[in-house]
Each structure stands twice: as structure tokens, then as C-alpha cells.
């Protein structure tokens, strides 16, 4: 990529990521279509992005150059005059950024966050007025936490008082992406003395008619992501219209936020697939070119191995997302479980996978400029993807609020579980790759999912459908089996769920694990989906690695490694270990071919631009 050559464009249609107006991109196609307008990564890019790091310099080049593809036209949905018609290709473009640099992922993509409030509960004028300056390049930042207060939103002590016939913000949010940057920014603030669910609305504040009475405050230094503009600000005395800057109606500000937010988890899980993209790339390239005691490592069963389930565990946090980010089209009234439980697994497992290669990788893993054999400046990478990927658990609610936001549906999800109820449609167009996508519409957001979630609900029949293809093919028995063995579990799961009384804000430690084992039972229900209701339109398509959709292999994969989160000292049977050590084979190959022909670690076919 050489960032130069667009650091000075507006992006117009020509210039953008796009397809023409009567079709939809698939994730694979968008994805492709922005690394071959980046191009190849120039060996440059990664020296350039270590200084600019160590200097904690934000990413002024890399940005421009996204601008000037057009790529925030992608944040904007097509009803509003941008690019977003289904989220799963956004979020693969998003995903093909972060493998690149999270940095620059996130600088630019905390645009969509600081807009979407006005895409779920703005007004047309409004929206058209946010699109227009989103389309131009304009950075929107999101203002919700304080300093005193972090995630506890109620706490918020940021005020908007009626001051004539205008409102009046005062205060203090701190820690804030793109605070200093956004042109526009989105802040939540405290509209009644008394707070409560009700008494807190969102304003747009424009920096261009705040004048001084909008201060950005000093960088706040990171340990990952150190170019990144995060930092805070103080309004005192801004005036605005209170029905022209109102998100929503007067008193809907938290109601907002949380509808926001189930879209917000849901993409920030494609920050994390980014990451480990890179990271298993680096591992892979490692692996194949390290000697240790007189052989090749990969020939280490150990090693082998290793790479082997980091994989498994990327492609199941692949699988999890993106039946998620379809729901928000085709369930979106059960996002209001899965989106927590995405944020929570997604970057919580890439944290645990990212730690694994480290360890693989040695003390190469921690320097800058030696990556393999190679020592050359700025080519030792992995050492920034796993500092730069740690803040994305903190994004839009750390791992304790998405656990806490599961919690409080345990009776809720219990009391659904209970009822029998019919297939859903939704789920079935989500888990199918190759269906179309309905137009998404945030009215139909939930904060409460009262009808449970389908993939818990629909899991005992994709155990039966299982069954009866191992009775066809019995290279699917052991696949089978591990999914009727996830069913139990995930019964007798929601069985203690139902039995746990639930006291806010007193909850018990023990039913934050029940909560993150929840998490891991929904991702192989995903997988399980996935793989039933795809298997043989990727295969017959070409659309994914032919080794791994075969006889279920990644699903088995997957699956073991639910099994090793979900029930502690869970271990498989001796006949059940040989059958795994043929599947970890099998994609232990699958991921150094992909990485080796420049294509994503992926269920998909992904080619990377140096492949195009």
C-alpha cells in the first residue's frame, strides 16, 4: 500500500469500495475488493508504522488512504445515501484492515461507532446531515465514559439543561477515541438531576459551532494501539438545538446507547479476527521456516499441534461472528444475547490464541526487527498486533459488562427455554452463507431477547440432523457425537441457569461463569449451524477450503474446543483423541496453505491483494 497516493483525495463514487447499485457485495468479494485497491503490503508500510508507533504518532497516511477509497461510505447505511447494505461485508472490510494494522482499523473504524446512535434512533434530516459528513471523511467520535465512572453509563455526571430555547451540555468525558480528531461528536448526558433508565439524552456536537467551549484533553498514552487518538474532552457551556442535536426522543438516551451497542459488539468481533489473521500469518511463516533439534518444528507434534488449535479457535470465532453479524438482518431481536456473548468470546479467545503463538514463536515474538530467520527494521510485528488487539475486550463494554448484560436475561432466557416453540426462519437464513441477506432494520432491536436465543432452542434438532448424515457418511460420527455431547451440556447449562437467583447488583462469582460458559455453548451452536446449514453450498461453490468443510473437519475441530472451555477437565477418550489428531493435521495444512498463497486464515476463500 503506498498511502501517498491518496492522502490528498475526496472520495467520490468512483473512488470508493463499491458494487453497482443493484447488487451486494459477499463479505469474501468486499474484502478482496479493498486489498486490491490498498494493494500488496510495502515492506515500507511496516517500518513506517514501527516509528510511527514508537512515536505514538497517529496514523495520519494509512487514514487518508482508507478515506480516499471511500471506505466510510461503508458506514453509512444506502437508505441514508452510503454503501452499507449488509453488515457481513462492512465487517469484512473491517477485518481486512485490521490485518493489516489494528491501529488504523480502529481510528477509522470508530467512525461507524460514533455515528451508529444516529442510524438506530436519528431522525431523516439528522441522518442525511451525519451521512453527508460521514461520506466527506468528517471523524465521528462517541462520547459515553467518564473518568470517575467507566462503564457505569448512569453514573454519567455529563448535563444537558435547558439554557432558553437552546440546551446546554457541562462536563467531562474521558478516554474517548477520535476525541480530539471527530468533527462530530455523539455524547450521552445526563438530562434529569435524578438519572435513572429515563433521564439521559444523546446530542450530536458539531466542533465546527462549539468554538472554545469544546476542549479536548491531553493523549492519553496506551500500551497497544499508541497512535491512536484517544483522549477525552470538557464542554462547558456548549449550546444546541434540543431537537435538531437530539438522538431520539427526550429520555431515550441508555435505551439508545444499548441498541447501539448490540451492533457495535457484534463488529468490533471482526477487530479480533484481523488480528489473528496477522498473527497466525506471522506463526505460520515461523513455523515453516524454524529449525529446532536438527529438524523442521512443524515435524515438533507439539508445535504442530499448537498451531493446529490456535487455528480451530480462530475459525470458531470466525464461525460465531459471523452468524451474528447476519442475525443483525435476520434476528435482530436476539441480539440482545449474542452480541454480548460475541464481544466477550471473540476478543477474549484471541487474546488466549495471540498468548499461544507468543509462546510458539519464542523470544522472536517479542522483538521489532527480526521476524523468522529475517532481521530487518520494522519487520517483528507480532509483538504490536498482541498490544494493539488487548483494548479491544475494553471496547464498548469490557468483559465483566458483557458477562454482567448476560446475567441479568438468565431468567428471562431460562423462562424461554422452558417453551417449545417453532424453527426460526431467521436462523436458518443466517447460518446459510449463501442466502440473501433481508435490509437490516434497528427498529426491530431488542434490549431483552424474550424469545431466548434460537441457535440454544434449535441445538438438540442439529444434533439429530447430524446424526442421521453419520448414518450416510460415517466420516461425520465423530463430529456427531461431539454435537450431541454439546446439546447435553448445553441443557443441563441453562438447567443451572434457571437455578440461579439473580440479586443486582449482588451476583454471584458463579454465575459469571455460568455466563462465560454460555458464551462458549452459543459459539459451537454457531458452528453447528454454520456448518449444517453451508456445508454443501461452499463445498459445491468453491467458497471455502475443500479439506476443511469435508466430513465436518473444522466443525470437529471447533467443537473440541468448546468442550475444553465448557466443562473443566474435559478430556477426550483415547479413540476420540486419534480421530482429533487427524483433523488438527488436516487444518494445521489448510492454515500454512492459506498463509503460504496470500489468502486469509479463513472458512472462506480470501485472497489477500498480493494474491490478486
Not at 32 to 57: K, T, V
Not at 62 to 75: E, K, N, S, T
Request: net charge negative.
Amino acid at each position: 500500500m503506498n498511502p501517498a497516493d491518496t492522502a490528498d483525495t475526496v472520495a467520490t463514487p468512483a473512488d470508493t469500495v463499491a458494487t453497482p447499485a443493484d447488487t451486494v457485495a459477499t463479505p469474501a468479494a468486499a474484502a478482496e475488493e479493498l486489498e486490491r485497491r490498498l494493494g500488496p503490503a510495502d515492506p515500507a508500510d511496516a517500518r513506517a508504522r514501527d516509528l510511527a508507533d514508537e512515536r505514538e504518532e497517529f496514523p495520519r497516511a494509512d487514514v487518508d488512504a482508507l478515506d480516499g477509497i471511500g471506505l466510510a461510505r461503508h458506514y453509512v447505511p444506502v437508505e441514508h445515501g452510503g454503501l452499507l447494505r449488509d453488515f457481513p461485508a462492512t465487517a469484512a472490510m473491517i477485518r481486512a484492515v485490521a490485518g493489516r494494522d489494528l491501529t488504523m482499523a480502529i481510528a477509522h473504524g470508530k467512525t461507524f461507532l460514533g455515528a451508529v446512535s444516529v442510524w438506530v434512533a436519528g431522525g431523516v434530516e439528522q441522518a442525511a446531515r451525519v451521512a453527508e459528513l460521514v461520506s466527506a471523511g468528517v471523524p465521528v467520535s462517541w462520547g459515553l465514559t467518564e473518568r470517575g465512572h467507566g462503564s457505569d453509563l448512569v453514573a454519567g455526571e455529563v448535563t444537558a439543561y435547558p439554557d432558553g430555547d437552546r440546551v446546554r451540555l457541562d462536563g467531562e468525558k474521558w478516554l474517548i477515541n477520535n476525541a480530539t480528531r471527530g468533527g462530530l461528536v455523539t455524547v450521552l448526558a445526563r438530562s434529569d438531576p435524578a438519572g435513572g433508565p429515563r433521564g439521559f439524552d444523546l446530542y450530536l456536537v458539531d466542533r465546527r459551532t462549539a468554538g472554545d467551549a469544546y476542549r479536548p484533553l491531553p493523549k492519553v498514552r496506551t500500551l497497544g494501539i499508541r497512535g491512536a487518538d484517544i483522549s477525552g474532552f470538557t464542554l462547558d457551556g456548549v449550546l444546541l438545538d434540543p431537537e435538531a442535536d437530539r438522538v431520539g426522543a427526550p429520555g431515550s438516551g441508555l435505551e439508545t446507547v444499548m441498541r447501539s451497542l448490540q451492533l457495535t459488539r457484534t463488529l468490533c468481533a471482526t477487530l479480533s479476527l484481523g488480528a489473528a489473521d496477522h498473527g497466525l500469518a506471522e506463526a505460520a511463516h515461523f513455523a515453516t521456516g524454524r529449525r529446532l533439534y536438527g529438524r523442521p518444528l512443524l515435524d515438533l507434534p507439539a508445535a504442530s499441534r499448537t498451531l493446529g488449535e490456535c487455528y480451530a479457535d480462530h475459525l470458531l470465532h470466525e464461525a460465531f461472528a459471523t452468524l451474528a453479524t447476519r442475525a443483525i438482518h435476520t434476528l435482530p431481536g436476539e441480539l440482545g444475547v449474542l452480541a454480548p456473548a460475541v464481544k466477550y468470546l471473540v476478543p477474549v479467545g484471541t487474546e488466549s490464541l495471540l498468548a499461544r503463538l507468543r509462546r510458539l514463536l519464542g523470544a522472536r515474538a517479542w522483538l521489532r526487527d527480526v521476524r523468522g530467520t529475517e532481521v530487518r527494521a520494522g519487520v517483528g510485528v507480532f509483538q504490536k498486533i498482541e498490544r494493539d488487539h488487548r483494548i479491544v475486550s475494553l471496547f464498548d463494554g469490557n468483559t465483566v459488562v458483557n458477562l454482567n448484560s448476560l446475567v441479568s436475561q438468565f431468567p428471562l432466557l431460562s423462562r424461554a427455554h422452558r417453551r417449545p416453540r417453532l424453527p426460526e426462519a431467521g436462523l436458518a437464513q443466517a447460518a446459510d452463507l449463501t442466502a440473501p441477506l433481508p435490509p437490516a432494520d434497528t427498529s426491530r432491536l431488542r434490549l431483552m431477547p424474550t424469545r431466548g436465543a434460537s441457535l440454544l432452542h434449535e441445538l438438540p434438532d442439529s444434533a439429530d440432523r447430524l446424526a442421521e448424515l453419520a448414518t450416510e457418511q460415517n466420516e461425520l460420527a465423530p463430529v456427531a457425537a461431539s454435537t450431541r455431547l454439546l446439546a447435553d451440556r448445553a441443557r443441563e447449562l441453562l438447567g443451572d441457569i434457571g437455578e440461579q437467583p439473580i440479586v443486582p447488583p449482588d451476583v454471584p462469582a458463579h454465575a459469571f461463569d455460568l455466563a462465560r460458559r454460555l458464551t462458549w455453548a452459543l459459539a459451537g451452536a454457531a458452528a453447528v449451524r454454520l456448518w449444517l446449514d453451508s456445508h454443501a453450498h461452499v463445498s459445491r461453490g468453491g467458497l471455502g477450503p475443500e479439506p476443511l468443510w469435508a466430513d465436518g473437519c473444522w466443525l470437529h475441530a471447533a467443537l473440541d474446543r468448546v468442550h475444553t472451555r465448557l466443562v473443566a477437565g474435559h478430556r477426550p477418550t483415547a479413540e476420540e483423541e486419534h480421530a482429533l489428531e487427524r483433523t488438527y493435521a488436516v487444518l494445521t495444512g489448510e492454515l500454512l496453505r492459506q498463509t503460504g498463497d496470500h489468502r486469509f486464515p479463513s472458512l472462506l476463500h480470501i485472497r489477500r491483494a498480493e494474491a490478486l
